[in-house]
């Protein structure tokens, strides 16, 4: 008798429906969304291809391969940087441990939760999909560090600008071309 109680009180409550598709769903701030690769203020990487972030991973999604700077070519302040980064989000669980192992807060998370596609091979992100976008004032890497700075001066913040004599580029949206490429090129 009780179980019928319950039900027929539930029969006349309004039903709660989100219309998903239409309306898009709003995350909590602190939700664990796609991974993003950070940058620098002057454009430079933050991994350094310590690959703390595959070793913390417990469904083994993240493959990383770190490399050597050189003068010639830097793309972090430190002496490696992470030449190859990928996450399987067909394996990822969306925990965040990769996050709390990053020594350099290189790695962290979006709101980003539409991770759907057709295609396994589509759900492996690479490091070009994985890396933040350039904001105005910074530089493509690789480019050298900061004039006068060292490697610590970076991680302490004291670097907050591209270093003068630098061309920064503008930052383009997704899906825009810079204005200097030719289309169909």
């Known amino acids: 008798m009780a ?29 664990h969304g796609r ?6 203020p002057d454009g430079l990487e933050k991994c350094i291809g310590c690959e703390l972030c595959a ?3 417990p469904a083994d999604a993240i ?8 003068e010639e070519e830097r793309y972090s302040p430190g002496e490696r940087y992470g030449r190859v ?4 989000y ?15 807060r290189a790695l ?12 396994r091979e589509s759900l492996i992100y690479t490091k070009e999909q994985l890396l933040a976008g350039l904001t105005e004032g910074m530089v493509e890497s690789p480019h050298s560090i900061f004039p006068g700075t060292d490697e610590q001066d970076y ?7 591209a270093a003068p004599g630098t061309v920064p580029q503008v930052a383009v949206s997704k899906g825009e071309k810079p204005h200097d490429e030719e289309v169909g090129a």
């Open 108 to 119: 962290t998370m979006t709101n980003e939760f539409e991770l759907a596609d057709s295609s």
């Open 3 to 31: 179980g019928f109680g319950l039900t027929f009180k539930a029969m006349f409550k309004k039903r709660l429906t989100e219309q998903y598709p239409e309306q898009p769903k709003v995350t909590a701030p602190r939700f």
């Open 35 to 40: 991974h993003q690769l950070n940058r620098h």
């Open 85 to 88: 980064y990928q996450i399987n």
């Open 55 to 57: 070793w913390a991973c």
């Open 63 to 70: 493959y990383v391969e770190g490399a050597d700077n050189t």
């Open 155 to 161: 991680y302490r913040g004291l670097v907050t600008e």
């Open 90 to 104: 067909a394996r990822c669980i969306l925990c965040g441990l990769c996050i709390e192992a990053c020594p350099t």
